[in-house]
């Protein structure tokens, strides 16, 4: 059965880093597209990011310039990494799998199976 389990999440203050981590297990995804959504108190999830299997990111303009998506097949992991965090960046991240044959999928229709989420907040 298919499992992703997301970590790294965690409290920091403005302006500092975190690497969320997303290992999956069940199935290869090496041919599939790895994305991250993220979830906010009283919003509804969004889009942050996703990388193809060609290796080709694209990124919600919310966090371009300062979140960087990447992938290690070879470890079954897809990372995020975070620099110059904001308070609205608070949020619950999840990484998710997008279906076979996709394209570019950026809604979460596109995606087939998802993590349960890592908290990261961002304090003032």
């Known amino acids: 059965q298919v499992q992703l389990v997301e970590s790294g999440g965690g409290l920091v203050q403005a302006g500092g880093s975190l690497r969320l981590s997303c290992a999956y297990s069940g199935r290869t995804f090496s041919s599939n597209a790895m994305g991250w959504f993220r979830q906010a108190p009283g919003k509804e999830r969004e889009f942050v990011s996703v990388i193809r299997w060609t290796g080709s990111t694209y990124y919600a303009d919310s966090v371009k310039g300062r979140f960087t998506i990447s992938r290690d097949n070879a470890k079954d992991t897809v990372y995020l990494q975070m620099n110059s965090l904001k308070p609205e960046d608070t949020a619950v991240y999840y990484c998710?799998?997008?279906?076979?044959?996709?394209?570019?999928?950026?809604?979460?229709?596109?995606?087939?199976?998802w993590g349960q989420g890592t908290q990261v907040t961002v304090s003032s």
């Open positions: 998710a799998v997008g279906r076979y044959g996709s394209t570019w999928p950026r809604q979460e229709q596109d995606f087939d199976y």
